[in-house]
């Protein structure tokens, strides 16, 4: 047997499509929109991040185009040595003005900004208690530490008293991490209940809110925002690439911890900076939320009438809090067939399966859209009702 034919690797992909989880990466011809030419074909967009239909608004385009004549394409660097342009440090300052925060620091993208804070902030000696739902990214951070790891099931607030009360006296620093928005249900953290847990026990808390951002709160916020939590969260996570419309990731809050992370964040240490464009288009877009609450009314008017739609139709939407919509189908082969066929009908919904959500919750996650229209989201129910119908989902 010839060992460079990864002969493992063609058996793993052979039992995906067995299992019949096997896809193939789509192909989108054009601009992240409503309606976009996946494949080939025209669809209704039900699948992407861009919350508030910025990533191809005008505003945020020109944005970018200018910023390139000015600066370049690239940073060129990382930023402890020539990456830190100027324009960098102005979305930081308008950031940490927009969230009502001391200082933001940005990253190259959201995942980079866990991966990067976490390990930063805590140490052998410290224990950090995670949520059991959080995202990967979250999960990789904390790998990454040297501090010990518990984990508190799903929201639950008594699961996660017990285990303070049981660990944090062994313990220099206790960090409690939490998504704000969970991707895959929809569904709020607890938020003011683990800030006051953190307060009592005297940990600190860091919540990574890249749903919520641009969604939650006065003008998208976000979720501490939501909450009326500002001073009392420890680390807040927003994210560029999703209601923003851009790329990038941020940790905002004390300007200690900026200068520490300066030292110790190895994405800022060991990875090129932002480029220009991404910077300059996700401060015009930053700009254009605190003008106007326009985007994020708009937003969930269409969540709240696409969820009401579905819901009559007899789906199982789960209990989500927030524009992401989850059609829970269970079985992952159905799902993708779900999914499948809702393609060939016109409306693009990435099946979610294992094990990116448990084994038997697989389900279609649908991402509503500021930009999406009315028609757009009656062509989409429709097209639910009648596949839903013909796999006897319905």
């Known amino acids: 047997m010839n060992q460079h034919e990864l002969t493992y690797l063609k058996e793993k992909i052979e039992q995906l499509k067995a299992d019949g989880v096997y896809r193939e990466l789509p192909v989108n011809y054009g601009p992240c929109d409503n309606v976009i030419n996946l494949n080939g074909k025209e669809v209704v967009n039900l699948s992407s991040n861009n919350y508030l239909g910025l990533a191809n ?18 940073a060129g660097a990382v930023r402890t040595i020539v990456g830190n342009y100027d324009l960098i440090g102005k979305l930081e300052d308008l950031l940490a003005e927009f969230k009502h925060e001391e200082a933001v620091m940005c990253f190259q993208s959201g995942l980079n900004c866990n991966i990067g804070v976490i390990q930063a902030i805590v140490d052998k000696g410290d224990l950090i208690i995670s949520d059991a739902l959080n995202h990967a990214s979250i999960i990789d951070g904390v790998r990454l ?43 709020l953290a607890r938020l003011p209940d ?31 925002d939501h909450f009326g939590l500002h001073g009392r969260v420890d680390f807040i996570i927003g994210t560029l690439s999703k209601a923003i419309g851009v790329v990038g990731g941020y ?15 190895r994405p800022l240490l060991f990875s090129t ?13 930053v700009k254009m939320l605190m003008e106007s609450t326009e985007f994020t009314d708009k937003l969930w008017d269409n969540a709240k009438y696409f969820k009401s739609k579905l819901g009559k139709l007899g789906f199982d939407t789960g209990h989500s809090e927030t524009p992401i919509t989850p059609v829970i189908i269970g079985n992952e082969a159905k799902t993708m067939q779900f999914s499948k066929a809702l393609l060939e009908a016109g409306v693009y919904v990435s099946g979610i399966v294992f094990p990116t959500v448990p084994k038997g919750t697989g389900r279609l996650r649908c991402m509503i859209s500021a930009s999406h229209t009315r028609e757009n989201l009656d062509f989409a129910v429709d097209a639910f009702a009648r596949v839903g119908k013909s796999l006897g989902i319905i």
């Open 57 to 74: 608004h005008p505003r945020v385009k020109d944005a970018a185009i200018e910023a390139v004549k000015t600066y370049g394409a690239g």
């Open 145 to 187: 530490s040297k501090a010990d790891k518990a984990i508190f099931r799903h929201s639950d607030m008594a699961h996660l008293e017990e285990i303070l009360k049981d660990k944090r006296d062994q313990y220099n620093n206790v960090l409690i991490i939490t998504d704000g928005v969970f991707s895959m249900d929809g569904d």
């Open 194 to 224: 683990i800030v006051a847990l953190a307060e009592q026990y005297h940990c600190m808390t860091y919540v990574d809110d890249a749903h919520g951002s641009g969604v939650l709160g006065e003008s998208g916020r976000g979720t501490v």
């Open 251 to 265: 940790v905002a809050g004390k300007q200690e911890t900026k200068t520490w992370l300066s030292h110790r964040a």
């Open 273 to 285: 900076a932002l480029p220009p464009a991404a910077t300059a288009a996700a401060m015009e877009s």
